[in-house]
C-alpha cells in the first residue's frame, strides 16, 4: 500500500483534468453551496457575453466579458481538479488492490473431506478451503487448523512475511495473500463480494465516503457566508444608482465571486479525502472519514499491554516449585498443562522444559482452554486435574476445594510482579504446586510516545490481564497515565462507557473475539488486520501492519486533518479583506473620487483591479492543493499554541498575500489594458 507519494503523477494529473469537466454538471455542484454560486455566476456571465454580442452597449467590452467569464469558468475547474486529484490518488491505491483480487482456483473441501477445485468467487461463507505452499488464499476467513507463513505484501505494502496460525488471535487471514510454507485449512468468513479487500477497494475510491460531521456544519458555515455576500453585493446596486454609478453585472459578479469563500470551498472536499488517503498510506483503512476526524478529537487512548507497551511473546523464564514440591512435578504439570496450549507463552513453557508432552503417554486427555472468565487453561486426564493461570484464578480454584495457598507462593508471585513479570499459578488436584514466571521487556522509545501524547492532551491507559501488582510496575517505567490490570472483556467496556459518560472521546485498540464489544463501543476502535474477524467488523479502522502502537499515528493523522480544514478556512476568509480593498473602489471611484483612498495596492485601474482580484481567487486554489493534499505539519505543542501558529500563520498571511499577489497580477495585467 506503501507507494509513490508524488503528488502530481502524470497520469493522476491526466485523469483529474477529465474529472475536473465531468464534475461540472450541475448535479455534482450543487453538493457544494459556495462552488455552486460561482458555477451560476459564471453561466450569468455567459449570458452577458451573448448579450453584448447582440449589441448591448452598458456593459463593457466584450472581450473584458469573456475575459472574466473564462477566469470564473477555470476557478471553478480548478475547485473540480482539486477534488479530482484527491480522488485520483485513492482511485490510483484501489488498483492496486483490486489486482489482489483476481479469481483464483480454491481448494475446497466437500462434506465427505474430499478437495474440490472451484472458483473462488463460488466459495461461501462457512465453506472450508486448504493452503498450501505457493497458493495464493482465495478469500477472508479463519485459520481452524494449522500454522502458515504468509506474504501479505500484496496489501500491506510490507515484504516481510508474517505466521498465522489456529487458535489466539492471529488467525485471520485476508483473501488475496499468498502462502509461502507450510499447510492450513481456512474457514470463509465472508459471501463473495463483502470481503475485507472489495469493502477496501470501495473506500479508497470513495464511493463510501460520505461527509463527516464537522464537514457538514463547515459546509453549512460556508453556505452561511455565501448567503450574506449575496445580500451585500446585492444591496450595492441601489447605492450605485442613488451615486449615478453605472456598475455592470461582470462587476458586481466579480464582487460577489471574490467575497464568498471559494479557496476552502474549492478545497474542502480535497480536504477530506486526503485525511483518509494519509490514513491509508500509513496502512489503516478507515471505514469512514468520520473515523479519522473523530481521532483528531481523541481525550483518552486505551492500549494493550503485550505487544504495545511491551515486546510481546512473553517468555517462561523461571519454574518455582513450593515447599515440599519436587521441582520435576512441577514442570510436569506445567507441561501437561500447555499441551493444548498454541499461545506463544504456553509453546515456551514447553521449550523452557525441554522435555516434549507426548513423552508422558497421559490416557485420554481432556483439554481446558482458557477463557477471559476462568482465567486459566489446564488438562484433565485419568484421576488427574492440572490446572494453570492467574494468581487469583488458582487461588480460587485451591481455597474453594478446602485446600491451602501456600503463603511461599503468594510471596514469590508478589516478587515476580514486582519486578515487572507475570506469574503464572500451577495447580494439581485443587493443590498449588508453584509459580512459573513470564518476563516482557518495554519496547524501547515508548515513554517518549507517551509522553508526546502527554503534550496533545490525552490521557493513556494500560490494559493488561497481569495482576495489580505487575501493571503497577509496567505502568510507571511505560509512563502511562492509568491502567486496567486483570482486565476481563467487560472491564474495558466499562471503562470506555464511563470516560464517554464524562463526555471524552476514547479509542482504543483490540484484535481478539473478546475485544470485539470494546472496540465497537470505543469512538474509534483500530482493529488488527491479523485478528479475528470479529474484531474487524468491530472497529472502525483496520491495520493492516498489525502495529498496536498504530492508534498515536492514527491520532496525529487525525489531529492534521482538523488543522488543515480549520487553517484553510482562516486563510480563505482573511484573503477577503484585500479582494474588498480592490474591487470596492474600483466600482465607486468614478463617481466618488475619495473612494481613491481605499485603493492602497495603488491598482491601475477599475478594470485591472477586477481582473486581478477575480485571478487571484482562481489561482490560489491550485496553489493551496498540495497544503490540503499533504495536511498541515502538526506539532504537539498544545491547543493555544497551535491557535496563536496558525492565526498569525494563516491568518496574518491569509491578509498580507493577497495585497501582494493582486499588486504582482495588476503590474501584469495593465500592460494589456
Known sequence: MKGNNNLFQAELVNEALKQSF????PAKMFRNPVMF?????????????????????????????????????ITLLFANFAEAIAEARGKAQADSLRKTREETPAKMLTSSNEVKIVPSNQLRKGDVFVCETGDIIPSDGEIIEGLATIDESAITGESAPVIREAGGDKSSVTGGTKVLSDKIKVKVTTEPGESFLDKMIALVEGASRQKTPNE???????????????????TLKPFADYAHTPITIAAFISLFVCLIPTTIG??????GIAGMDRALRANVITKSGKAVETAGDIDVLLLDKTGTITIGNRKATNFYPANGVDERALIKAAVLSSMADETPEGKSIIELAGINPLSYEVKNPEFITFTAETRSSGIDYENTRIRKGATDAIKNIVTNAGNTFPPEVAERVREISQNGGTPLVVSENEK??????????????????FDRLRKMGIKTVMVTGDNPLTAKFIAEKAGVDDFIAEAKPEDKMNYIKKEQSEGRLVAMMGDGTNDAPALAQADVGVAMNSGTQAAKEAGNMVDLDNDPTKLIEVVEIGKQLLMTRG????????????KYFAIVPA??????????????????????????????????????????LKGVAYKPIGASALLRRNLLIYGLGGVIIPFIGIKIIDLIVSVFI
Open 22 to 25: 465531468i464534475k461540472l454538471h
Open 37 to 73: 454560486m460561482v458555477y451560476i455566476g459564471t453561466l450569468v456571465m455567459a449570458g452577458v457575453c451573448l448579450w453584448i454580442a447582440m449589441g448591448e452597449q452598458s456593459q463593457g467590452s466584450l472581450i473584458y466579458n469573456i475575459i472574466v467569464t473564462f477566469i470564473l469558468f
Open 216 to 234: 457538514i456544519a463547515l459546509t453549512i458555515l460556508l453556505a452561511g457566508f455565501t448567503l450574506v455576500f449575496v445580500i451585500v453585493t446585492v
Open 266 to 271: 474549492g478545497l474542502l472536499s480535497a480536504i
Open 432 to 449: 498449588a504446586l508453584g509459580v512459573i514466571e513470564l518476563q516482557d521487556i518495554i519496547k524501547p522509545g515508548i515513554k517518549e510516545r
Open 567 to 578: 487553517t484553510l478556512t482562516t486563510f480563505s476568509i482573511a484573503n477577503d479583506v484585500a
Open 587 to 628: 466600482l465607486f471611484i468614478a463617481s466618488i473620487p475619495a473612494l481613491q483612498g481605499l485603493n492602497i495596492m495603488g491598482l491601475h485601474s477599475p478594470e485591472s483591479a477586477i481582473l486581478s482580484a477575480v485571478i487571484f481567487n482562481a489561482i490560489v486554489i491550485p496553489m493551496l492543493i498540495p497544503l490540503a
